[in-house]
């Protein structure tokens, strides 16, 4: 069979800080009779790596300042997660209503920074997004590549979209691969050059993975085998993050 | 192998006017090894589909209006095409300097109107986006169907994207397949709702078809196989599109 197989790695345990998730991932990967090979993208939930980062909060410790109580407090939210979306941004780009979109520290365009209440574990604790998800994603490919297999990494987050209902997995940290393809220079058969000129495989590939995870059956893990490409050691996410500068919507 | 397989369906000829595009495409998957089976999504640039209908206009034929006129003079790009491009829009949502965003006809938000000079088949010639890409695609649906095949449409074409650098294929026109996955109602394990309420699995798997199609190889038509779709005989791509109203970036 030509192109792509997309499948998940079930199994996995419930992660906590400090876990081997590289090592699970390839244990649970030969579990399932689909064992990890070179050439592969392994596409990981964030959640999972902040869990075993440690990046969650308890939600009890947070000392809530009077802004986030007052919006909290009117739009029913829980005080100490307002709170903590606050902490994780560097910026509000829109705040109306009880919607809150951020551009975390790291550059990303999202609601609540990232921050997850949900599947966090244990009632009362949030979930962060990982503090650098490129170096995350670096050091399972290097772990990966230690175990003798040369793999792609990408860590993937859950984001909303202006203009379009529902929302999509995205790419927030990557490793070993280019996250962009780019037709630059390029021309079509008729000397017209492509209208279409860099197309972000990483998010294509996290769309892709999350298409067999499902956030219900959490299996936070899926391989894309078959992919072709472009090595790159200095790979990151920031090349897709726009500049607000360069943003007519922000 | 568990999860999803994509494939492309190569060796289709250049399409003209009139062209049976979905005995086209049973026939090359055929050639190609990977006969369709029902239960297969099958995604469609929307260029082919639009090459078909014959959405496409001759560049010397367009009179062009003072605005489109003085526009392009300014930005160097050609008159009749920016006239076109106001024609398929009902509303500009963005014009900076050489950039013209606008809302379709259909409601999509994207770079001037969809419309493409590439690979258009011709010099002098611009393709526009099908008139009715759900139509397209229940038309396409119904061929296949007519053929035995119990088969999805999705018909694709490459958005940009506020915050985020490089395009990804998306949706913009569905058949037979509920365009969304829903978990509102659902509780994690530990009784939260999901923060991810409503996935666009279509947007994802236009996505994911992209990965083998690219536009420079020019296959214009993917296969995703495995994928649980859930029926929808009135699936409509207008569920994702978010009303003004409730858009915070238009």
């Known amino acids: ?29 030969s579990a399932a009779g689909t064992p ?19 990046r969650t ?6 000392d809530v300042s009077p802004f986030a109580r007052q919006y909290a407090e009117k739009w029913e939210k829980d005080p100490a997660v307002i709170e ?20 975390t520290h790291h550059g990303f365009v999202c609601a609540n920074s990232g921050v997850d209440q949900s599947s966090s574990g244990a009632h009362g ?27 792609a990494v ?21 490793a070993g691969m280019n996250p ?3 037709y630059i220079g390029q021309v079509d058969p008729h000397g017209h050059e492509f209208r279409v000129q860099v197309l972000c495989h990483a998010d294509e590939l996290a769309g892709a ?21 472009e090595p790159d050691e200095d790979a990151t996410m920031k090349l897709v993050l726009r500049e607000s500068e360069r943003d007519l919507f922000r």
């Open 125 to 151: 604790r949030a979930v962060l997004l990982p503090e650098d998800p490129d170096a995350s994603a670096r050091g399972y490919r290097d772990a990966f590549r230690a175990a003798g297999l040369d793999i």
């Open 154 to 174: 990408i860590v993937s987050d859950t984001f909303g979209r202006p203009w379009r209902e529902a929302q999509t997995d995205i790419a927030i940290g990557i």
């Open 180 to 182: 962009v393809y780019s």
């Open 84 to 103: 903590i979306v606050l902490r994780e941004a560097r910026r509000v780009v829109r705040q109306v209503g009880p919607v809150l979109i951020t551009e």
């Open 1 to 29: 069979m030509p192109g792509l197989q997309v499948f998940p790695v079930p199994g996995l345990p419930e992660i906590t800080p400090g876990a081997d998730l590289a090592e699970m991932i390839v244990a649970a990967a």
């Open 36 to 54: 990890l090979a070179s050439g592969d993208v392994v596409i990981i939930t964030s959640k999972i790596v902040s869990k075993a980062e440690g």
């Open 57 to 62: 909060v308890e939600l009890a410790d947070v």
């Open 209 to 229: 993975a999350e298409l067999v995870k499902g956030n219900i059956s959490r299996v936070p893990v899926a391989v894309i085998r078959g992919h072709q490409w």
